[in-house]
Structure formats: C-alpha cells, structure tokens
C-alpha cells in the first residue's frame, strides 16, 4: 500500500481490495501481519482468534495470508435519514438501508453505530404515527424454484470473481452476462447472477467498490443500453 494512498493498510477497503486482488492477479501472496496487536486476543478478538486457530494459523505469532471477500452488503433500501422508503409502510435501518450515511464505500464498525442512530430516528418517527390497517391490492407469488448443483454453484462464483470482483471491465462483464443469460433455466443463483452482471453492465462509472478499469467505456449501444433498463 506504499505509495498507493495516504492512509497505507488504513486505506478505504475498496481500495486495500483492489491492491490486494492485483497482487494476486501476479502471482503474489498477500500476508496481514497483527503480530504487533497487543492485548488478550482471547478477550480483544476472540472470535477472529478462534476461527485462525481452527485453521492451524495463529495470528500472535505468525502473518495472516488474506484475499479480498464480499464483507458487508453494500445498497439496500432507498430511504431517508429518518428510514423511511419511496414505498409507504416500508422502512428500513442499518445495513438493509441505502441512506448516503456510508457514501459509496461502508466505513468498518460503522453499521452497528448506524443501525443503533437511525433506529433511534425511525422509532421516534413511528412513535408518532398512527398505526393505519394494510392496504389491500393486487399481488402474485413469484416461487424461487430450484437451486443449481454444487458443482454448478461453485463454477459460477469463480465466473463471477473473475468478471465482477474487485475490477470489473465491459468485455468481461458482457460475457458473463451471456454465460449466465444461456444457463438462466438452470437454478435461481443463475438468474441472480444474470441481474447483478447487468447493473454491473449499465453502471459504467467507478463508484466505490464498483470499479470500472475500462473507466466509463462499455460494449453496450445506447440502443442496447436503453432496450436493457426497460428489462
């Protein structure tokens, strides 16, 4: 991380990700080093010293070998400060909410805080509201349907690792699309996979851990484009 941000390893986590998945598209290994952390690990973190344990790596004594992961879900709901949605009844707080509070980029430890704030702000706000009877109206059942195989599910995340991970490029996301358009009858994680390549696709500008290498430049028309958001 020298050079790359002011803040070293403290670095936003979109950016320490994509540092990280470089190093590895090269042959790298990327080490986290929390030797210095001082303190009872067994009191400070003994959840994260647990699970190194169980797997045969202590974090006291020896370097961490890490990859970029999905952490926290990033999106949600839109809704206000106060939690409310464009849908009236609907509200939402913390995590399942897309409020501006973390801009494009969640800040570490800040859902809890988040969550405990705006839940605050929506109590407040329903206390003084009057509880109003469901609204009736139409309504269809939309059934899942079945799963893919393991093997299936397993391909299908290095597919989408390799073409929406931490760089995502227009080429790349274009042919996943079509892998997954191809197999969509296959399983609902294919399906699932299809809709999240296509925002992928129509979102041509960097924006947090969304980050375009083509930098704005997609193989969509804008007739495609257009014909695409229409569904």
């Given at each position: 991380m020298r050079g790359l941000h002011p803040l070293g390893d403290?670095?936003?986590?979109?950016?320490?990700?994509?540092?990280?998945?470089?190093a590895q598209r090269t042959g790298e290994r990327v080490w986290l080093d929390a030797t210095a952390v001082e303190g009872d690990w067994r009191v400070r973190f003994p959840t994260v010293l647990a699970a190194c344990l169980a797997?045969?790596?202590d974090p006291r004594r020896v370097p961490l070998p890490i990859t970029p992961v999905a952490h926290f879900h990033m999106g949600g709901v839109a809704t206000d400060l106060d939690g409310r949605s464009t849908l009236p009844g609907l509200y939402a707080v913390g995590e399942a909410a897309c409020n501006g509070v973390h801009g494009a980029n969640r800040l570490a430890s800040n859902s809890l805080l988040e969550a405990v704030a705006c839940g605050r702000r929506l109590g407040a706000v329903l206390a003084q509201v009057a509880p109003s009877p469901g609204a009736g109206g139409e309504h269809r059942w939309v059934e899942r349907g079945d799963a893919l195989a393991a093997d299936a599910q397993a391909a299908l995340g290095?597919?989408?690792?390799?073409?929406?991970g931490p760089v995502r490029e227009g080429a790349a996301?274009?042919?996943?699309w079509r892998t997954c358009a191809a197999a969509a009858g296959a399983g609902w994680q294919m399906r699932l996979a299809k809709a999240l390549l296509r925002a992928a696709?129509?979102?041509?500008?960097?924006?947090?851990?969304h980050d375009r290498s083509d930098r704005g430049c997609d193989d969509m028309?804008?007739?495609?484009?257009?014909?695409?958001?229409?569904g």
């Open positions: 403290l670095a936003p986590r979109d950016v320490v990700a994509r540092r990280v998945w470089q797997h045969g790596l290095e597919l989408l690792w390799q073409a929406a996301l274009r042919d996943a696709r129509l979102r041509r500008r960097s924006l947090g851990a028309s804008h007739e495609e484009t257009a014909r695409r958001r229409r």
